[in-house]
């Protein structure tokens, strides 16, 4: 194994953001913020048994912006403009998660309140939004997010459950959205999927999130006759997959980077390859319950193609507990196989051990922390 990966350092970003505002202000331009460095390390060393990110929350509240690991690293959110304080618990009208997401301009959004949010309909994120859920504990119930042709959206700290009626996911990512991260957020309990990333959308971390009580988890690229999505990449770290039944994800057509997560008695696979996919999982801890084989294949035809293909799957340093066997095909054929290395040069990544896989159990989908100072409490 190569030393591409590393740890991440503090950092403390001295940028002072736009000042605090209610719902109307329009947004104060800014230079982006600078991105904590990494240095190269050997993924054995000890310190690597903590979860990346966590230093953020005690740095300043847009410490997040543009700190993503992997392909969604270029995240921004809402970086470039003022915050938006949510007041309301109801599904739509002033104060309102839905009011903040609609608005076209960037904001920061963060909550005043605790509780749940009934959605009676998707709520559209629109581009250059953070939903910030430090400080405050929300859930969202009833649908979901729908992220559509929209950019530079982070999504941190939330709960998603009981999602229902057709095609209800609790995150749909479609149609050609990009850089786009979702952390530390806790999802179960949909009619369709947790996560559905479609239609050409790209450039997109997952991390930090906990899964459960669900089927259909996760799903990246909806049909073979979709070639378009072979422009798309994600990255999956350090999450929990928790019992649920199938799709860790599920990947047609896309580059898919998984590392340091840990996914226990899925119902039918841990992982599938379908048409034209390359998943790289790296040192990831899969730990099975009555059903033994992690990898699935199955074969589909592309569209513009005159015969049938399944996926690629590369495991490198991945742990198999409890009777676990990967069901590897074809590890050796090198073709068709992208590296993370190709698209970023380190990444946060440690040896699958028990201690990561309690760090995992325990640290990672919503979490009661406190909601960092945005920079302008130290303005004059």
């Not at 959004?109 to 430090?134: A, M, P, Q």
Request: hydrophobic share 30%; glycine share 8%.
């Amino acid at each position: 194994m190569g030393n591409t990966h590393g740890h991440r350092h503090q950092h403390r970003n001295s940028l002072q953001p736009p000042p605090t505002y209610k719902y109307d202000s329009q947004p104060q331009q800014l230079p982006l913020p600078n991105p904590i460095h990494q240095g190269t390390s050997n993924s054995n060393n000890n310190n690597m048994h903590s979860l990346p990110y966590t230093q953020l929350d005690s740095t300043t509240l847009r410490a997040l912006a543009g700190n993503a690991e992997g392909f969604g690293r270029f995240a921004i959110g809402g970086f470039h403009g003022p915050l938006y304080h949510v007041t309301s618990l109801s599904d739509d009208g002033p104060g309102s998660l839905r009011d903040a997401c609609r608005k076209k301009e960037p904001f920061w959004i963060v909550f005043e309140v605790s509780g749940t949010i009934h959605l009676s309909s998707y709520l559209n994120v629109s581009s250059y939004k953070t939903i910030d859920g430090r400080g405050q504990r929300i859930k969202l119930t009833g649908k979901g997010l729908r992220l559509k042709e929209c950019e530079h959206v982070i999504i941190c700290n939330l709960e998603f459950e009981g999602g229902r009626g057709p095609d209800v996911d609790g995150i749909q990512i479609k149609p050609n959205s990009k850089h786009i991260w979702i952390d530390r957020c806790s999802l179960r309990d949909f009619d369709d999927g947790l996560i559905d990333i479609t239609r050409e959308s790209t450039d997109i971390t997952i991390s930090r999130c906990h899964f459960s009580q669900h089927d259909k988890t996760m799903l990246i690229g909806a049909d073979p006759s979709h070639v378009g999505d072979r422009c798309m990449r994600v990255t999956i770290h350090h999450c929990f997959f928790n019992e649920t039944r199938q799709r860790h994800p599920r990947v047609r057509y896309a580059k898919v980077h998984l590392y340091n997560n840990y996914t226990r008695g899925w119902g039918i696979y841990a992982v599938c390859a379908s048409v034209e996919s390359q998943i790289f999982s790296q040192h990831n801890i899969y730990e099975a319950g009555h059903k033994k084989v992690a990898f699935k294949y199955l074969t589909e035809k592309a569209a513009d193609k005159e015969s049938g293909a399944t996926g690629q799957i590369r495991s490198e340093g991945d742990l198999f507990l409890n009777g676990a066997q990967p069901g590897l095909m074809n590890e050796d054929v090198g073709y068709n196989m992208f590296h993370p290395s190709e698209y970023y040069p380190t990444w946060t990544v440690g040896p699958p051990t028990d201690d990561l896989k309690q760090l995992l159990h325990h640290c990672t989908g919503w979490q009661s922390v406190a909601r960092p100072p945005d920079q302008t409490a130290f303005a004059e």
